[in-house]
């Protein structure tokens, strides 16, 4: 294997492979007896890692990626979808997405079944046949149902939500003290006049109380409107402005980092909406709400009913507005229990808000499949948040792959036990093989279920399972109940290219409040030879062997940063305001040409711009960067950084004048 930083670790790795000789023409076998021993499994992450690398080298690429984890590598509780693939005798996780796809109908009705969903009137079909099932789908017709109710059929003395911030100890809420506020929620805002349809801004972190005040919108009938507290306060009106928002919940205050934020003003100056300060004892939202009793009958309501407006970039300055209606928390808990296996009882963790979909995602696929959510009230980066995940005995924790890049450059998390996680879940941007390697080791070599999808489908359209072999940085399915084609340039199926989706779904939006929904998803979107309709998506995508598939960003000009998608437009809109900016581009490339993305700005500069030339231009075209930063934290949103700057005397274009990103972005590729 080469020369160790450490003798007495690698006498042991050497003592191993001496006493594996007769699996060497196996190495996942190898690798199984390497996870199984507790030993071994405690040595450094660098001895694991070469150890893996050397059993795996040369490995054939039509054997897929070297696995990680293998099904049965440790005894463990049998997962939902082996359940399922036993009552329907099929004994192969494809074979059964491939079920799944062609009898969509016994598909859902199993599911609806398996989640036991609090129906008012049971629906006489999944889709209706009468409708235009693909690009409009009616779901669920003749049913009625509030989908908070199938939210609280756990015991009211199971423990919901586990809250807690750095030096505060851990909160126990249970579903009764839940269900309870969450009907003061309710009943204040029937109070206070509210109708059913009406719109209401969550400007909120994840919270108890955040999350109460999620459900008491939806069991009033109301609509929530998720937009995330990280944003600047013109973005902020503009989603409520969309929206056509009647009223906002908000915090006074957000602590961040050890950094404190007025995020109530900031939501104050965005908006003359009424702004109810959640942790403000003495505003009238909370007088009104402590006058109300805890028991309030949910406002039922067709499956096709909006319950909560979220937003995603596109390629234009306004974000897509998509309203989930009350069958979308359906696809959150199918993807929840089987691809992430949530079971009764299971603390999940998942640093998000509800401004972005994994937000809603989390409460709906932990609450309908009677688990319990793991809520860490500050940022997800320091020791306090692995000392959170220890003492909560998180069973599955999401998050997206940058976190871990801080994680293992600062071996953050290192010291804590982690042994109580069963999976780990990632999703919101491309990963890296070494980073989620890394991640896998943290828990013991536990697997983790790679996760993309996107607010318009409700949860994720290709994924990973725990009856399969786990490879870092791949996924391993398509989703269940949903299926993909992959297109190359001329429209044609291949191995490599952007990726459609095959409808119908339950999950998939079906309106956008500020575009043509029929446009956006299917203009131009080619038919198979079956005749199945594709939809338009946007990510490109590469098969690998044995069925496995690795992502490769956006095929347009969307990109997700730290998580969050944007679209360049809406960079380049406010760099090309700045003085002595002709025109710009914004590109993303993974940092050290792998995992996270790093945004990078390319810039024209207008004649007679200082920065472009001449002396002083280095220290020039580093006051230019910090102000560019500056206007999109202000601007856009605070998160976002550009880490690097670059002229060009010009940009390359197509023929009918677009610019061509991907040209740029390859340049850096290539650099």
């Given amino acids: 294997m080469g020369p160790a930083g450490n003798h007495s670790e690698q006498d042991r790795v050497d003592e191993f492979l001496h006493r594996t000789t007769d699996l060497q023409s196996d190495p996942a076998a190898r690798w199984r007896t390497f996870t199984g021993d507790p030993f071994l499994r405690s040595l450094s992450f660098d001895a694991c890692l070469r150890t893996w690398k050397f059993l795996f080298a040369g490995r054939e690429s039509h054997l897929g990626p070297a696995p990680c984890w293998l099904p049965g590598s440790e005894p463990d509780r049998p997962t939902h979808l082996a359940r399922w693939m036993e009552e329907l005798s099929i004994g192969d996780a494809r074979e059964f997405h491939q079920w799944s796809v062609e009898k969509r109908e016994s598909f859902w009705e199993m599911t609806l079944e398996e989640l036991q969903i609090a129906f008012r009137q049971e629906p006489v079909s999944i889709f209706d046949s009468s409708a235009d099932s693909v690009e409009t789908p009616r779901l669920l017709p003749g049913a009625r149902l509030n989908i908070v109710e199938s939210c609280f059929q756990a015991a009211e003395n199971q423990v919901a939500v586990i809250s807690g911030g750095p030096g505060s100890g851990l909160r126990h809420h249970t579903y009764g003290e839940l269900r309870s506020e969450a009907a003061r929620v309710a009943s204040a805002l029937v109070e206070q006049g509210y109708q059913p349809g009406d719109r209401i801004g969550v400007v909120l972190p994840m919270t108890f109380d955040s999350i109460a005040i999620y459900l008491g919108i939806l069991q009033a009938g109301l609509v929530a409107v998720s937009i995330a507290d990280s944003f600047a306060s013109p973005e902020i009106a503009n989603r409520l402005r969309i929206a056509k928002a009647r009223a906002v919940f908000t915090f006074e205050k957000l602590v961040r980092a050890g950094r404190t934020f007025e995020l109530g003003a900031r939501v104050t100056e965005a908006t003359h909406l009424p702004v109810h300060l959640v942790d403000r004892q003495d505003s009238p939202w909370n007088q009104c709400k402590r006058g109300q009793g805890d028991d309030f009958d949910a406002v039922i309501g067709d499956p096709m009913d909006a319950i909560n407006i979220l937003f995603s970039s596109g390629t234009t300055g306004d974000p897509k507005a998509i309203p989930?209606?009350?069958?979308?928390?359906?696809?959150?808990?199918?993807?929840?229990?089987?691809?992430?296996?949530?079971?009764?009882?299971?603390?999940?963790?998942?640093?998000?808000?509800?401004g972005w979909m994994m937000g809603p995602w989390l409460i709906f696929a932990t609450l309908i499949n009677r688990g319990t959510i793991a809520v860490y009230e500050e940022a997800p980066f320091g020791e306090d948040f692995g000392r959170f995940v220890q003492d909560a005995r998180v069973n599955m924790l999401g998050l997206v792959p940058s976190m871990v890049r801080l994680w293992r450059s600062g071996k953050t998390m290192e010291k804590f036990d982690w042994s109580a996680i069963r999976c780990f879940s990632s999703t919101g941007e491309a990963s890296n093989v070494e980073d989620m390697f890394y991640l896998s080791w943290l828990a013991g070599f536990r697997p983790i279920i790679e996760y993309c999808g996107g607010t318009e489908i409700g949860g994720g359209y290709i994924s990973s399972t725990l009856v399969q072999p786990n490879a870092p940085s791949t996924f391993s399915i398509p989703s269940f109940g949903l299926d993909l084609e992959i297109l190359d340039e001329r429209g044609q199926p291949a191995d490599e290219g952007e990726l459609f989706l095959i409808p119908p779904s339950i999950g998939l939006s079906s309106e956008l409040l500020n575009r043509d929904h029929r446009d956006t998803y299917f203009g131009d979107c080619p038919v198979l030879e079956s005749g199945l309709q594709l939809r338009r998506h946007g990510d490109y995508f590469c098969r690998l062997g044995n069925g496995y598939f690795a992502a490769g960003g956006r095929a347009d000009d969307t990109m997700n940063l730290g998580g969050i998608k944007v679209s360049s437009v809406e960079i380049e809109k406010i760099i090309n305001q700045l003085p002595g900016v002709s025109e710009s581009a914004a590109v993303a490339v993974p940092l050290d040409m792998t995992g996270p993305e790093q945004l990078v700005v390319f810039v024209v500069a207008k004649q007679g711009a200082p920065w472009a030339g001449g002396e002083g231009k280095e220290d020039m075209l580093a006051q230019l960067l910090k102000a560019?930063?500056?206007?999109?934290?202000?601007?856009?949103?605070?998160?976002?950084?550009?880490?690097?700057?670059?002229?060009?005397?010009?940009?390359?274009?197509?023929?009918?004048?677009?610019?061509?990103?991907?040209?740029?972005?390859?340049?850096?590729?290539?650099?």
């Fill in 324 to 354: 989930w209606n009350h069958a979308t928390p359906l696809k959150c808990a199918t993807d929840g229990q089987l691809h992430q296996d949530l079971q009764p009882g299971d603390v999940v963790a998942w640093p998000t808000n509800l």
């Fill in 628 to 671: 560019m930063n500056q206007e999109i934290r202000t601007r856009l949103n605070p998160l976002f950084k550009i880490g690097k700057l670059v002229l060009k005397p010009e940009l390359p274009r197509t023929a009918s004048n677009k610019v061509l990103r991907r040209q740029l972005r390859d340049e850096l590729l290539a650099g």
